[in-house]
């Protein structure tokens, strides 16, 4: 019987790593790979507040697990993961409904031999009131959609009533990379929007709040990006709060620690993330305080040396002597799955684990078609600021590596002139 390898998840860590690994092991037939997770499709999450704005139609950059799975040799199972079983070696997999409750796939149980979790993060609204209710959250595609038909929904319904005066009010909690890049992209969307007809709310009558516990924007970056992009925010019309805790959320906006109102139509949370609450000590494993698994340096969690985990869900120690934990970053999900590529191919063969060693090569934020900013560290060139064109161009290649990670250079170029035609043939915004 071959060795069963688990992955559950199909962000961008666990999918590269069972296409990874089907293609190293599954081709081969030295190992069945099974990849989870609970939607057919899968799309690069950094690319989510694309889709919320309408800049990027979800369809034409979604990844399909089955194809992906026949064409790299590993085996795809439809299911949201809810618990776990280490003494029997299972995991159990929550029946799948359709949009009427109906059992469309059954509840059932997977065997593994090794299993890799891989299940990422959510938003962490902080148990704040009202935050659950009233606000959006860009965790998956169907919450970026949903965004989506609401912001047009705005539109299409001041442009019904003809009149004057319409306002749209949208404030963003979180002034992180999510939070400025959806300021920007809603910037660039009220002015296509205008330009395709829909001009009963003009440009300068979208009010964007971009809310801010800390005091700055882009904490987790260098303070002279975060300066660059806070600057270049409000040359773009938006307002940004910093030191501005949220208290509570209304339906009539958001309400600061010092009581302030600031109204908003349309509410996202975009500060924060946590594992998923069922996670906590799953199965007696090692959690931290966002339920994060506590692993080693090999990626294997503390307490079950046949499970491993990564990207997000993973609390995994920098390795420099500090208590700090890696950044919950695309590229750290990108580096762990490539190491763990070679490990679980070293298990196999009763070979040593190599230790991750996590590498910085740098942040970009882009500001939708108005401006790009960054970092990029290496060895020779160091920590250099780059902005405009190139921080752009550096920005897009980011997709473009995932993209390559998982089709591969040919078909990846395919994509990109595929893509070009498309600007070419479609709209610059989805209107549906």
């Given at each position: 019987?071959?060795h069963?390898?688990?992955?559950?998840?199909?962000?961008?860590?666990?999918?590269?790593?069972?296409?990874?690994?089907g293609?190293?092991?599954?081709?081969?037939?030295?190992?069945?790979?099974?990849?989870?997770?609970?939607?057919?499709?899968?799309?690069?999450?950094?690319?989510?507040?694309?889709?919320?704005?309408?800049?990027?139609?979800?369809?034409?950059?979604?990844?399909?697990?089955?194809?992906?799975?026949?064409?790299?040799?590993?085996?795809?199972?439809?299911?949201?993961?809810?618990?776990l079983?280490?003494?029997?070696?299972?995991?159990?997999?929550?029946?799948?409904?359709?949009?009427e409750?109906?059992?469309?796939?059954?509840?059932?149980?997977?065997?593994?031999?090794?299993?890799?979790l891989?299940?990422?993060?959510?938003?962490?609204?902080?148990?704040?009131k009202?935050?659950?209710?009233?606000c959006?959250?860009?965790?998956?595609?169907?919450?970026?959609?949903?965004?989506?038909?609401?912001?047009?929904?705005?539109?299409?319904?001041?442009?019904?009533?003809?009149?004057?005066?319409?306002?749209?009010?949208?404030?963003?909690?979180?002034?992180?990379?999510?939070?400025?890049?959806?300021?920007?992209e809603l910037?660039?969307?009220?002015e296509?929007?205008?330009?395709?007809?829909?001009?009963?709310?003009?440009?300068?009558?979208?009010?964007?709040?971009?809310?801010?516990?800390?005091?700055?924007?882009?904490p987790?970056?260098?303070?002279r990006?975060?300066?660059?992009?806070?600057?270049?925010?409000?040359?773009?019309?938006?307002?940004?709060?910093t030191?501005?805790?949220?208290?509570?959320?209304?339906?009539?906006?958001?309400?600061?620690?010092?009581?302030?109102?600031i109204?908003?139509?349309?509410?996202?949370?975009?500060?924060?993330?946590?594992?998923?609450?069922?996670?906590?000590?799953?199965?007696?494993l090692?959690?931290?305080?966002?339920?994060?698994?506590?692993?080693?340096?090999?990626?294997?969690?503390?307490?079950?040396?046949?499970?491993?985990?990564?990207?997000?869900c993973?609390?995994?120690?920098?390795?420099?002597?500090?208590?700090?934990?890696?950044?919950?970053?695309?590229?750290?999900?990108?580096?762990?799955?490539?190491?763990?590529?070679?490990?679980?191919?070293?298990?196999?063969?009763?070979?040593?684990?190599?230790?991750?060693?996590?590498?910085?090569?740098?942040?970009?934020?882009?500001?939708?078609r108005?401006s790009?900013?960054?970092n990029?560290?290496?060895?020779v060139?160091?920590?250099?600021?780059?902005?405009?064109?190139?921080?752009?161009?550096f920005?897009?290649?980011?997709?473009?590596?995932?993209?390559?990670?998982?089709?591969?250079?040919?078909?990846?170029?395919?994509?990109?002139?595929?893509?070009?035609?498309?600007?070419?043939?479609?709209?610059r915004?989805?209107?549906?």
């Amino acid at each position: 019987m071959l060795h069963r390898i688990v992955v559950v998840g199909g962000g961008a860590g666990g999918l590269e790593l069972a296409t990874r690994l089907g293609r190293a092991l599954g081709r081969k037939r030295k190992a069945h790979i099974t990849l989870v997770d609970a939607h057919l499709t899968h799309i690069w999450k950094p690319l989510l507040h694309e889709v919320a704005t309408g800049s990027l139609n979800s369809t034409d950059n979604e990844l399909n697990y089955l194809a992906q799975a026949k064409w790299n040799h590993f085996e795809f199972q439809l299911g949201r993961f809810e618990g776990l079983d280490r003494a029997a070696r299972e995991i159990s997999l929550a029946a799948t409904l359709d949009e009427e409750g109906r059992e469309l796939v059954p509840a059932r149980t997977l065997g593994y031999d090794t299993l890799v979790l891989a299940i990422g993060s959510v938003t962490n609204d902080f148990g704040t009131k009202g935050a659950a209710d009233h606000c959006f959250f860009l965790d998956e595609t169907g919450q970026a959609l949903n965004l989506h038909r609401q912001l047009l929904g705005h539109y299409l319904s001041a442009h019904a009533r003809k009149g004057d005066g319409n306002r749209l009010d949208i404030a963003i909690v979180g002034a992180g990379a999510t939070g400025v890049e959806l300021a920007a992209e809603l910037r660039n969307a009220s002015e296509e929007l205008a330009a395709y007809g829909l001009s009963a709310i003009q440009p300068q009558d979208m009010n964007i709040n971009v809310i801010e516990a800390g005091p700055r924007v882009l904490p987790a970056l260098p303070e002279r990006i975060g300066t660059a992009v806070h600057t270049q925010l409000e040359k773009l019309g938006v307002v940004v709060r910093t030191s501005s805790p949220v208290r509570e959320v209304t339906a009539e906006g958001m309400i600061t620690a010092d009581g302030t109102l600031i109204p908003a139509h349309l509410k996202v949370w975009a500060a924060g993330i946590r594992v998923s609450s069922f996670m906590k000590d799953i199965d007696g494993l090692e959690t931290n305080r966002i339920n994060q698994l506590v692993v080693s340096q090999t990626l294997q969690t503390t307490r079950d040396e046949n499970i491993f985990a990564l990207g997000d869900c993973a609390a995994c120690p920098m390795g420099d002597g500090s208590d700090r934990n890696v950044p919950p970053r695309a590229q750290t999900a990108h580096q762990q799955a490539t190491l763990l590529a070679k490990s679980l191919r070293n298990r196999l063969e009763g070979k040593p684990l190599p230790e991750y060693r996590y590498k910085d090569y740098g942040s970009l934020v882009s500001l939708a078609r108005f401006s790009a900013v960054g970092n990029l560290m290496g060895s020779v060139m160091g920590n250099v600021k780059v902005e405009g064109w190139l921080a752009r161009v550096f920005y897009v290649s980011l997709y473009r590596m995932h993209q390559m990670a998982l089709y591969g250079i040919f078909r990846t170029g395919l994509l990109i002139l595929n893509d070009r035609i498309g600007k070419r043939t479609n709209p610059r915004m989805k209107l549906h």
